[in-house]
DNA sequence: CGCTTGCTTCGAGTGCACTCCAAGGTCATA
DNA sequence: TATGACCTTGGAGTGCACTCGAAGCAAGCG
């Protein structure tokens, strides 16, 4: 842990995309090797999207059974997280696309990753600030409504 | 006169979108009329986009000049004022007709209008928490390339 | 007067993020 | 072993929120 932690506990690469979130493996069930009806039922997403979500490239390869059926990881749940996570930044499919590919092309690519991150956090920021400002707004006319009512 | 106050211009009408900002009318220059193209260099939307407003019914009627060019008033400015803030809630462009339909519907909406208000503000405060959430990962993450790097 | 710029309408086109379909193969259970 | 739920693929379709195009009218200027 405090030197350096192994990305994953049965792989343990470096580039996994997860290493600094805190481990929470153990998933719906101990297991290991979800259908994609399963991880439809985790995530929230359609098996459907998950399939176009290969197939453009956000989800690196998923293993298969021996007859071609996909079969999910928790390393493959956990991406789904961070992409969930990303996703409802306003984040395009296409800018985590590209951070996929740079978590595919290795560790030399961990500088350009940090800095896509950052401006994803400055995103968050502003955006945060933004809906504060509306949330004033709505307020200040919630109270107008009310009052009004009570005149 | 009293019982019914006409809709428009600088009169306290009691329908009025805004009544309950701070009245910050000097606009652009001292007028209160204002061409399409005015308005789009203002608002930062499109002249076409502001045709499509009014055509889904998402301001209503806008003044027109002899020769039937619209000229916006700064009633209207603030109306799209607040517009912009609830799109960028994420508030589908549907409710907020079904609000302004519920303005042109007159006082007796007031209750309606809050409660779609009130909804929404519980919409604004979920996604900023969310949003906080992600952030949390985000530095998670970003220390972790960080300290990567510096090894 | 001609020119440029800006406005009008309606309908069609765009880009994104899914979402669904058809035709067929696979898996668990009665 | 048969039934029905679930999986595969590529490609087509959907819904949202714009975005643009075409044809034509109008205003200001040298």
Known sequence: MQTLPAATEDTPTRTDICSAAPRRHPRPD?????????????TGLTAHTLRWYERIGLMSHIDRSHTGQRRYTNRDLDWLDL?????LTGMPVADMV?????VREGDHTFDERRELLETTR??????????RDTLAVLDRKIDFYSSERTR
Chains 1, 2 share one sequence.
């Open 122 to 131: 400055q995103d968050v920021l502003a955006r945060i600030a933004e809906l």
């Open 30 to 42: 101990g297991q290991d090797r979800y259908t994609i009806s399963e991880v439809a039922a985790f």
């Open 83 to 87: 992409v969930g996570k990303l996703r």
């Open 98 to 102: 590209r951070y996929a590919e740079l």
